[in-house]
Structure formats: structure tokens, C-alpha cells
């Protein structure tokens, strides 16, 4: 099943990506080919992450998770470009970004961890600023 998944994720991008280089934009078909890219991606990196235990685990969903929703926000702007769309992937990045970061701050303990959680916090609320500043 994974392999069939591999091999649906690389066929397809490739079909995606040379579709899309040879139109200039994305056709209803390209995109849900696209679409179905990102979830067979998701899973396959989802798979993955079962083999991991403990923190391990847990930071390899969070980027699996994260990875996905950035995607699929990529998906609607190169569909569709918009600012609020080049938008909406800034914020799935920042989110991601402090997901995974917090999670990552798990393996350690005391005054470390609370520095690394303060550390992502500040890095998140700096990338909010960012994207209040965008337009859209």
C-alpha cells in the first residue's frame, strides 16, 4: 500500500508539474490531480511518522500535519492567485513552524524548555506581524 502510494505521488507530480509548466496556469483537472498529490504525500509522511515513538512521534506528525495544510494553501494560490491566498500560506507556514517548534521544545525539561516554548512563541507572534502586514 505505501509503495502505491509512493508511486501515486510521483507520477502525479510529475504529470502536475508538466502540465502546469506547459499551460502557464493550472487547469480544473491539473489542480485535482494536485489535490489528490498532496493527500497521498500526507499519508505516505504520515506512514512514516508510525515507525517513531514517543516525542519523536509526535514532531514527525506536526510536520506531516503542517506540511499538508501548507500545501494545500499553495494549491489554492497557484489555482487561484490571490493575496489572501498568498496569505493563507504565510499563516500555514508561521502555524506549522510553531507547531512543530513547540513540539520539538517537548524533549526538553525546566529552564530549556521554557526558553524554547518562549523562543517559539516570539518567532509565531513576529511572523503574525508579518502577515498582518500583507495585504489581503
Known amino acids: ?21 506547459a499551460a502557464g496556469t493550472m487547469t480544473k483537472d491539473q489542480y485535482n490531480v494536485a489535490k489528490e498529490k498532496i493527500s497521498a504525500d500526507y499519508k505516505v509522511s504520515k506512514a512514516k ?8 512521534k509526535d514532531v514527525c506528525e506536526k510536520e506531516a500535519k ?17 493575496p489572501g491566498h498568498a496569505k493563507k500560506v504565510a499563516e500555514e507556514t508561521a502555524t506549522m513552524n510553531y507547531e512543530v517548534a513547540k513540539e ?12 524554547c516554548v518562549n523562543q517559539a512563541k516570539a518567532d509565531h507572534d513576529k511572523a503574525k506581524v508579518d ?6
Do not use: R, W
Not at 104 to 115: E, I, L, N, R, T
Not at 131 to 136: E, S
Open 1 to 21: 500500500m505505501k509503495k502505491h502510494l509512493l508511486v501515486l505521488a510521483i507520477a502525479s507530480s510529475c504529470f502536475a508539474m508538466t502540465a502546469a509548466n
Open 49 to 56: 511518522c508510525d515507525t517513531l515513538k514517543d516525542n519523536a
Open 131 to 136: 502577515i498582518k502586514a500583507m495585504k489581503g
Open 66 to 82: 503542517g506540511t499538508e495544510n501548507v500545501a494545500k494553501a499553495q494549491l489554492e494560490q497557484d489555482y487561484k492567485p490571490t
Open 104 to 115: 520539538k521544545c517537548d524533549d526538553q525539561s525546566g529552564d530549556a524548555k521554557s526558553a
